[in-house]
C-alpha cells in the first residue's frame, strides 16, 4: 500500500505545481487585457476552473497522501532537519495558495490594481519552494 500512497502524492503534488506556476502565468495576461473585454472574461473562466478544478484538490490530495506518509507508514523521523525543512515549505506553499486565491478573487471582480510584472514576479515563487522541497527530500541534507 505504501508505494500506492507515495504514487499518489506524487502525482498529486506534480498537479498542485503544474497549476501554481499556471496561475500567475494566467494573471500576467489577465492583468493586460481590458477589465469588461471578452478577452477579461475569458481569463476569468480560465483562472476559476484551474484554481477551483485542478489546483485546489490537487492541493487537497497532496496534503492528504503525504499526512498519510508521514503518519500512516512510520517511516518519517521527525528528529531530522529536513523533514521540518519540507514541513515549512509546504506550510508556505499552502500559504501562496491562498493568497493566489485571493488574487484570483480581486480579478474576478475587476478589482485587480496590479500589474503585469508582479505577476511575472510571483510566478517563479512555488518553482523555487518545489527545488528546496525536492532536495530536501532526497538530498536530506541535515
Known sequence: MYEWVKAFHVISVIAWM??????PRLFVYHAQSEVGSDK?????VMERR???GIITPAMIATWIFGLWLAFGFGIV???????WLKAVMVLAL????????????????????KPHTFFRAINE???VLAIVIVIAVIVKPF
Open 18 to 23: 503544474a497549476g501554481m506556476m499556471y496561475l
Open 40 to 44: 477579461s472574461e475569458t481569463f476569468k
Open 50 to 52: 484551474l484554481y477551483r
Open 77 to 83: 523521523d521527525f528528529s531530522m532537519g529536513w523533514m
Open 94 to 113: 499552502t500559504g501562496i495558495h491562498g493568497w493566489y486565491g485571493g488574487l484570483l478573487r480581486a480579478f474576478q471582480q475587476d478589482r485587480n490594481t
Open 125 to 127: 515563487i512555488p518553482f
